[in-house]
């Protein structure tokens, strides 16, 4: 028989990113794991849930995998996932002294540089700057 699942008080809306990482970070010590946690131990735990979350979708075509939304199971099965990826990247993130929303800003600035909108609006190839 399966557990009732809680009633979560957390949204997007209401956490912050270091919330987020406070709460990961509770859950690894109470259980002593930090002496595992290092940045390669972590780079690797990302990259696997990754790979997880990838194997909801794989041979699916598009369309397929849009329905996943539609499906309560199979959404909430990616949620697991991408919960679990996020976890390991703020974990990584705190271990090395990343504040997140800073480095995300900063990428994000420089992709507009390297895409601008009037060559990139609509295309999946862009031609790259030289140089």
């Given at each position: 028989m399966n557990e009732p699942q809680?009633?979560?008080t957390l949204t997007d809306d209401r956490?912050?990113?270091?919330h987020l990482q406070r709460m990961?970070?509770?859950?690894?010590r109470e259980r002593h794991w930090e002496q595992?946690?290092?940045p390669k131990n972590l780079a690797m735990s990302l990259a696997i849930e990754a790979a997880e979350v990838m194997e909801h979708f794989?041979?699916?075509?598009?369309e397929e995998a849009d329905a996943i939304a539609m499906d309560p199971d199979a959404r909430s099965a990616v949620a697991e996932e991408l919960a679990d990826?996020?976890?390991y990247l703020l974990g990584l993130a705190a271990r090395l002294g990343i504040d997140l929303s800073s480095a995300?800003?900063?990428k994000?600035?420089?992709?507009a540089r390297r895409f601008p909108v009037e060559s990139a609006r609509g295309r999946a190839r862009i031609a790259r700057p030289s140089g």
């Amino acid at each position: 028989m399966n557990e009732p699942q809680p009633i979560p008080t957390l949204t997007d809306d209401r956490a912050t990113v270091r919330h987020l990482q406070r709460m990961v970070g509770q859950f690894v010590r109470e259980r002593h794991w930090e002496q595992f946690h290092n940045p390669k131990n972590l780079a690797m735990s990302l990259a696997i849930e990754a790979a997880e979350v990838m194997e909801h979708f794989q041979w699916e075509r598009p369309e397929e995998a849009d329905a996943i939304a539609m499906d309560p199971d199979a959404r909430s099965a990616v949620a697991e996932e991408l919960a679990d990826v996020l976890a390991y990247l703020l974990g990584l993130a705190a271990r090395l002294g990343i504040d997140l929303s800073s480095a995300l800003e900063l990428k994000m600035q420089k992709n507009a540089r390297r895409f601008p909108v009037e060559s990139a609006r609509g295309r999946a190839r862009i031609a790259r700057p030289s140089g």
